[in-house]
């Protein structure tokens, strides 16, 4: 009973992952598309009104006490909306830059290389992981791959004009850094007992006042306020933005953290797939092989520290049985 239960658990986590991802890569996609109409700004203030407004709601109806008590916490709650605030706004602005696939691969694959950054200063956010000599490799492989996203793009290489190809770069590299830091921003409250919905109830709240306050002063579009897009712009937010962040909360809950990995490694060839579908992009040969050097690097990543974990507990077992 237990196995057949963990495998549904395995099985539902694994549906609601790939969900997340699939939406991922629409949301790319078709807001990259969008940003060449309207202000990222105005997209940003709006998504993360109505992803606050319902997670709110949620939290007031079924979680009260949670909500009350992310206040022991001001120091926190104020770095993640920050972080968060950082991370969207840079991101919407390379998807406006760059090919939404190698904004993908430098997005995603910037994360763990500011995680162990971090780890190497001595900047401790949770508990550290020991690596094994094969994630070793791989998180230098990893670096690598993101090096020459980048270098594709700058050059002119990848499927969009090679202009603010540098400007997106940095942003993508940006915002890949700003939500690995708030992750584990959040994963630090979530090991203190802060329930996952309230915390998704004020976690952009910093994204919407960041947006709003800058509008006023960046140029970058006409006003998304007052157009006809308005409702359409809106429902494709809750759809590829907001439902997402459900979707990614509950499949990593259910689902072992290696199946989440090879899952989230698929990204960026989803995008690549679904841009050329899209029209508007032709196909790039240099995009297309770093996207799969990355989707391999990160499955590779992925059975490392599976490995590793297995390889930790085995170690445990034996030093607790010779004690």
Known sequence: MTTTRSAVREQAGLFLTGGFVLCGSLRDVYFSRTFQRWSPLDVAA????????VFMAVALLRDRHG???IARWPREIVAIN???AIAWIS?????QSLEPSLVQVIWAGSGPL????????GVLLVAPIRLGPLERWSLAALGLVVALAGVV???GLSATDSGSAAFGVGLALLSGAAISINLLLCKGLHERGVSPVPLLSVRFIGVVVAALTLAPFVGSGPSLWQSAALPNVAAAAVLLIVLPLYLNQRGVAL?????????????PVLVFALQLADGRFSASPWSLAVIIAYSGTATLSAIARQWQVTDDRRRERLTAGGT
């Open 82 to 84: 920050a972080t968060s």
């Open 114 to 121: 500011t995680i162990r950054t971090l780890e190497r200063a």
């Open 67 to 69: 909500l009350l008590a």
């Open 46 to 53: 709006l998504t993360f009104t109505i992803s606050t407004l």
């Open 91 to 95: 991101f919407f602005y390379a998807l």
């Open 255 to 267: 689902a072992s953290p290696m199946t989440v990995r090879v899952v989230h490694a698929a990204g």
């Open 153 to 155: 793009a700058v050059l």
